[in-house]
């Protein structure tokens, strides 16, 4: 069985950092690319960072030169370093690989 379990979430002040995490079981992801998205309230959800199993990175232009992601294939995962966040980065943020979605985890960036 499959699963995708996010961590690392938490409420923060604008400026601030956090640092996501999801964990995968189940399968070996290391040849698959691995993604981040979003969901703002009453938004629909959006693409955030992807990255490739030979490491080339994608991200919505927002988060660029704030929001690192990175994976390590031995532990089947996948992190969001996310630095000088804004209240606009506030959402539910789930991970994303092979048609699995995990369950999320949220991010409440306060001005």
């Known amino acids: 069985q499959v699963q995708l379990v996010e961590s690392g979430g938490g409420s923060v002040q604008a400026g601030g950092s956090l640092r996501l995490s999801c964990a995968a079981t189940g399968r070996n992801f290391s040849t698959y690319t691995m993604n981040w998205f979003r969901q703002a309230p009453g938004k629909e959800r959006e693409f955030v960072a992807s990255?490739?199993?030979?490491?080339?990175?994608y991200y919505r232009d927002s988060v660029k030169g704030r929001f690192t992601i990175s994976r390590d294939n031995a532990k089947n995962r996948v992190y969001l370093q996310m630095v000088s966040l804004l209240p606009e980065d506030t959402a539910v943020y789930y991970c994303?690989?092979?048609?699995?979605w995990g369950q999320g985890t949220q991010v409440t960036v306060s001005s």
């Open positions: 990255i490739g199993w030979h490491g080339t990175t």
């Open positions: 994303y690989v092979a048609l699995y």
